[in-house]
């Protein structure tokens, strides 16, 4: 346990419960003990409605709805973790006939056991991006996105077409120099990209709000504490 003891003081107190309701299987789990820290800083509880548009970010990135809480039910009640199989997708195939999601149980568990469930699906499904996309979502980006249209007060519609717009020019991978656009961390031509990006991601979403605006937004959220 003393792995998910560092966790707990790591980050922040609100994200302790969530730990706590992790499956005693899914504690041995590489892939949990990697990205679920990643993802309880950039998107730590109590933010659920941040948690919410980043799946709708992933989502895009996927090109097909998620859903985090039901993955990350199955996998939080399963008797085996991802690593044992060669393929998450062969993982899912295990969970969907041996653990089919079942929504009466899930709406009985405590709100701690329900945010667990969707950060461990956000875990499940970043490493499904991995495999099927070839390559890695950061939780950086992810929270950059989130937290600007969070505070652009975006609907979940409005993120994932805009996600959609800023892919369609950047790809996968260019979505991750978004943390290091808002950081300043980036060169004239990777920031050319990005703004073209973002230029597109507006116009896809309809959204009154100018560049400026989205990218003082997404400063903000990556801001250090």
Excluded: H
Aim: hydrophobic share 40%; glycine share 10%; proline share 6%.
């Amino acid at each position: 346990m003393g792995f998910w003891s560092s966790l707990c003081s790591a980050v922040s107190k609100a994200f302790s419960p969530v730990v706590n309701a992790v499956s005693s299987v899914l504690q041995n789990s590489p892939m949990l003990q990697k990205l679920l820290p990643i993802i309880g800083i950039a998107i730590p509880p109590p933010l659920d409605a941040i948690a919410v548009i980043a799946v709708e970010v992933i989502s895009a990135c996927m090109g097909k709805p998620e859903n985090p809480e039901e993955l990350g039910w199955q996998m939080n009640e399963a008797d085996k973790k991802p690593e044992d199989f060669d393929s998450f997708d062969e993982y899912k195939a295990y969970l969907d006939e041996k653990y089919p999601f079942d929504k009466s149980a899930f709406d009985a568990q405590t709100d701690e056991q329900k945010s667990a469930c969707r950060y461990i699906g956000m875990c499940g499904t970043m490493q499904e991006l991995k495999e099927s996309k070839g390559f890695e979502l950061t939780p950086a980006s992810l929270g950059a996105l989130a937290g600007a249209a969070s505070t652009l007060g975006w609907s979940n519609d409005t993120t994932k077409s805009f996600a959609n717009g800023m892919l369609s020019i950047l790809g996968g991978p260019g979505f991750n120099m978004l943390a290091d656009y808002a950081k300043g961390n980036l060169g004239s031509e990777d920031m050319g990209k990005v703004e073209e990006g973002i230029d597109n991601g507006l116009s896809e979403a309809g959204a009154s709000d100018s560049r400026e605006g989205f990218v003082n937004a997404t400063e903000s959220s990556v801001q250090e504490p």
